[in-house]
């Protein structure tokens, strides 16, 4: 812990994609102090810089505090691993290993990014559960740094499917070759499953907060053959468009060659780990954990969000806030014109983009409302079992995001257990029931938003507007918001 007693946090590869997002996410939540290495030392004069060549990693000092640690950078490509075997061996797998016994030794929080190349590529989303068995040197040397880093105590392992951010790597080679005049040869056989830069880090920051340790994967959610993604990068060009040329793979034969991982995190919220012993059926994941462990529930949720598909009939864009495994978001759908479907959980957000059975309707983002507003306009918003979930000095600002993302006649539902409901409450419930309130509670909080409010009560499958005290579960209906509203963080 630093001084400041804000976690210290090392970057190793902070000059590199991944590694320069993480430091500049991990500086901007004011949450952390942050130290990034490099090899280059005529980089040194950045802030908070230290040296760092994973050939000699025992020239490193490692007592200077740090509470976590994450290894972003090695010799990357198949190509350059296997025209120098030995020598990005030492950069990809001896030296960050070394790094890591030290690291871990002095109580560090060890995270290492690892690669889809651990698999051959003959299927999509390969699981954590199956075996690896790359196909390339630079795949070789990736699972011979993940078996040797699972020895270590306390160590996080994230597999990424391929980074790209349109600026470096295979996006920047095309930008220069098509500028110059030349072709691009890109493959119809090899498909990718993108990420940003964002992403990864997004979820590295989460990884950090949770002192992950284990094997963790995260994908993007569709397969992209490398034609269709420089088809679609240019799509706003038709004269580059035709010196796109689409060729096969070699390596991958008759056959075709596949990027994809079943994204597998931790939830955002512990209590929810549970849910994922259930397995995510069709239903999915939350869902199905109430159908295995008490189906009478689905009943409830259902109702719930056939209220709020009434309440909210016609309207022409709708946000959902905190959809988890979305299974009543289809009820809302029919009622409007346009849905999205927000959670600030990669893991449910990537399971409903891949699985959910409605995914072309419904857009699903990962967005976190306590934050930031969210970007567009919508003219109805509802949150159903999330508010309770907010901390108590959190929650002006979560309902101010909202407005922020309403149009002035917007509506925004929301539903919450009620606070006299909680002595009956599941414990995976309580962990997580933070701020429950009564019913004259909800409407008054409401009330600093919204010039209207309607308070519904609910026991059961049947919304109803008798005494909110002994209602299990409560509505607020906000309309028409307040003029002058302080924006969020004023």
């Given at each position: ?158 597999r990424l499917t391929k980074v790209l951010d349109g600026a470096t790597g295979l996006p920047a080679r095309w930008d220069r070759e098509l500028a110059a005049g030349g072709t691009v040869e890109a493959f119809v056989n090899h498909f990718i ?298």
């Amino acid at each position: 812990m630093s001084p400041s007693g804000k976690p210290r946090v090392l970057v190793v590869g902070a000059d590199g994609v991944i590694g320069a997002t993480l430091e500049r996410r991990l500086r901007e939540t004011g949450r952390f102090e942050v130290w990034g290495t490099t090899r280059r030392r005529e980089t040194l004069a950045g802030e908070n810089r230290l040296h760092l060549d994973l050939r000699d990693p025992d020239d490193f000092e490692v007592s200077r505090g740090f509470d976590a640690a994450v290894l972003c950078t090695g010799v990357g490509g198949e190509a350059a691993c296997a025209a120098d075997p030995e020598g990005s061996r030492l950069v990809n797998v001896t030296g960050p290993v070394r790094l890591a016994e030290r690291l871990t030794a002095a109580g560090v929080h060890v995270l290492a990014l690892s690669s889809n190349a651990v698999f051959d590529g003959s299927r999509e989303f390969f699981s954590t559960e199956d075996p690896p068995a790359p196909r390339t040197e630079y795949g070789r040397q990736k699972r011979d740094l993940e078996a040797a880093l699972q020895s270590l105590p306390g160590v996080g392992i994230l597999r990424l499917t391929k980074v790209l951010d349109g600026a470096t790597g295979l996006p920047a080679r095309w930008d220069r070759e098509l500028a110059a005049g030349g072709t691009v040869e890109a493959f119809v056989n090899h498909f990718i499953s993108p990420v940003t830069p964002e992403e990864a880090a997004s979820v590295l920051i989460s990884l950090i907060d949770r002192r992950a340790k284990g094997l963790f994967q995260f994908s993007g959610a569709e397969n992209l053959s490398f034609h269709a993604y420089a088809l679609s990068r240019y799509a706003d060009r038709p004269d580059l468009l035709k010196r796109i040329r689409p060729v096969r793979d070699p390596a991958a034969g008759d056959g075709a060659l596949y990027n994809s991982l079943r994204t597998e995190l931790p939830t955002e919220e512990a209590q929810y780990e549970d849910l994922k012993g259930v397995g995510a059926q069709a239903l999915g994941l939350m869902t199905g954990y109430a159908y295995a462990t008490n189906p009478k529930r689905l009943a409830f949720t259902l109702s719930r969000y056939k209220f709020v598909a009434k309440m909210l009939t016609g309207k022409t864009s709708v946000l959902e806030i905190g959809c988890a495994d979305a299974f009543g978001t289809p009820l809302v759908l029919q009622e409007v014109g346009a849905l999205t479907a927000a959670d600030f959980d990669w893991m449910f957000v990537r399971e409903a983009q891949v699985s959910h059975p409605f995914r072309d309707r419904i857009t699903f983002l990962r967005h976190d409302m306590v934050e930031g507003p969210l970007a567009g306009v919508f003219d109805g918003a509802f949150c159903l079992d999330v508010l309770e979930h907010i901390a108590p000095e959190a929650e002006s600002r979560f309902v101010l995001n909202v407005c922020e993302s309403l149009t002035d006649d917007g509506v925004f539902v929301v539903g919450i257990p009620s606070l006299e409901s909680q002595v009956y409450a599941s414990e995976i419930s309580k962990a997580g029931h933070v701020n429950c309130k009564t019913g004259e509670e909800l409407r008054a909080f409401m009330l600093k938003f919204f010039s209207n409010v309607f308070l519904f009560s609910m026991n059961d499958e049947v919304v109803h507007t008798g005494f909110a005290p002994m209602a299990h579960y409560l509505f607020a209906i906000g309309a028409g918001k307040r003029p002058g509203l302080a924006a969020p963080g004023g």
